[in-house]
């Protein structure tokens, strides 16, 4: 008897590269044409009857955004309260549509998808669905289609379905407010369909205060995250909303949201991102000065936060502690800031100098390893590859860190920025201790020398 776990036999070799064979394949995918029609009309004829579904009622406030049980926080606009029937989904069919969610990640799949007309089938249960997992399930699906350029524009070309996807941005539930967001993310993101959700948001003014109340009162991390991060997205992509947001009621809303973050233990990167964002809008400077008061503590535990790491910033962190920097020294060199407004605790200045001096021993140690003597009369052979690497010894192990070139001149970047902040800080502190540690980091300066960079 064999030693072999049971499993189903191997398809014969000539069954997967004879399309005869295979006319119910997706493209040179391994999905089923038939399989996936299947099961839209299974969810169909679900959703129109939802047989032997749990129903209960459940209060739905539709300017909710995510508001868990709590007394702490509450709006001084009472918005209209409607009783909705949400139906739980059937576990066949959530399994079904779970896999058809994983199958849409898959460009084939997704084209198919979209060949197809199923975007206004899913238009279609949006509109209709009592499903709360049903609505999660099928915007998620909408979002991994997103992720592909050319099916982005298409779906971004039906005005309809941005309308719902905006409305949605209202939902009390979390989980489909994230895939919303998503959605969303990738319209704005890709150059191609942007300027369609851009159109939708001017039409639908409900989208921007609906974000706005996410960071006025939602209480999860996950929330505020996604929205942080589809705000920055957003500014990026269009400075005109960096006008909006740069409204008293818009950006106090923006630090609550910051504040909250920081009551939940959480990274403030999201944060410090969009305010770096807005101060590419002058007028907004002025205005975030005026709440100095507020910043000053979160900039403080921004910083206090990078002591806590044992040595470099992950490199995925990169921009956004810049950002923190960046908009630090922005304010600090406003017209908006008096002398007297300015303290930084001497942990604060520590964290700094641990942070700086690591980055330049990264730079230092990348330079050492990538440096090559260029002798044009007897050029190497070598071909450049696209990273750079640094070798270090911790505890008698050697470790090996690549990185691109790109990479290199953000930790540069990064390394320049908290000098200048050390710099612009002797100016507003007058300790002894205080003025020692930021020359400390002033000295972490790399000289910089007219060398070439061996990429390998």
Same mark, same amino acid.
């Not at 072999?4 to 040179?28: A, F, H, Q, V």
């Not at 991102?273 to 807005?278: A, D, E, P, Y």
């Given at each position: 008897?064999? @030693? ?24 040179? @995918? ?112 909408? +979002? ?6 050319? &099916? ?14 905006? &409305?949605?941005?209202?939902? @009390? ?44 009162? =939602? ?26 947001? +740069? ?10 949201? +910051? ?42 535990? =921004? ?55 690591? &980055? ?83 000295? =972490? ?12």
């Amino acid at each position: 008897m064999s @030693s072999e776990p049971d499993r189903n036999p191997s398809p014969p070799p000539e069954l997967l590269t004879n399309k005869d064979l295979l006319p119910d394949r997706i493209g040179e @995918s391994v999905y089923s044409k038939q399989w996936l029609y299947k099961t839209l009309m299974n969810i169909i004829a679900w959703c129109e009857n939802p047989k032997n579904a749990l129903e209960n009622k459940v209060t739905f406030t539709s300017n909710s955004s995510n508001l868990e049980d709590s007394t702490d926080k509450t709006d001084d606009n009472k918005t209209e309260e409607s009783t909705l029937e949400m139906v739980e989904l059937d576990s066949k069919i959530e399994d079904q549509a779970c896999t058809l969610w994983d199958m849409s990640a898959n460009k084939e799949v997704a084209e198919f998808l979209n060949a197809s007309s199923v975007p206004n089938i899913f238009l279609d249960i949006i509109v209709e669905t009592k499903s709360p997992r049903l609505l999660e399930i099928v915007v998620g699906i909408l +979002g991994n289609m997103s992720s592909f350029d050319s &099916i982005c524009k298409s779906l971004s070309e039906n005005k309809n379905l941005l309308n719902y996807i905006i &409305i949605l941005t209202g939902t @009390s539930d979390t989980p489909t407010l994230l895939q919303v967001f998503r959605v969303i993310l990738c319209g704005v993101s890709s150059k191609r369909s942007q300027n369609l959700w851009f159109d939708a948001f001017e039409e639908n003014p409900c989208f921007m205060e609906n974000i706005k109340f996410i960071f006025e009162n =939602s209480l999860k991390n996950a929330v505020i995250k996604g929205a942080f991060q589809l705000l920055h997205s957003i500014l990026n992509e269009n400075i005109k909303y960096c006008e909006m947001w +740069g409204q008293p009621s818009y950006l106090q809303a923006v630090i609550d949201a +910051g504040k909250q973050s920081l009551k939940l233990q959480e990274s403030l990167d999201n944060f410090f991102c969009v305010l770096n964002t807005l101060c590419l809008h002058p007028p907004n400077i002025e205005e975030l000065a005026k709440n100095w008061l507020n910043l000053q503590f979160l900039f403080e535990a =921004s910083f206090l936060s990078l002591g806590e790491e044992e040595t470099l910033p992950h490199r995925t962190r990169v921009a956004a502690v810049f950002s923190c920097f960046d908009t630090y020294d922005t304010l600090l060199t406003s017209d908006y800031i008096k002398h007297e407004q300015v303290v930084i605790e001497i942990d604060c200045l520590k964290a700094m100098c641990g942070v700086a001096y690591s &980055i330049n021993a990264l730079i230092s140690d990348i330079r050492k390893h990538n440096l090559e003597v260029l002798d044009l009369e007897n050029p190497r052979e070598n071909i450049p590859r696209n990273f750079l690497r640094r070798i270090e010894e911790r505890d008698g192990t050697q470790y090996v860190t690549m990185m691109t070139e790109k990479e290199f001149d953000s930790w540069t970047i990064l390394l320049e920025t908290i000098i200048s902040t050390a710099r612009i800080l002797t100016s507003f502190v007058e300790k002894k201790e205080e003025l020692e540690v930021l020359e400390e980091i002033m000295n =972490s300066e790399i000289v910089k020398e007219n060398v070439g960079i061996l990429i390998i």
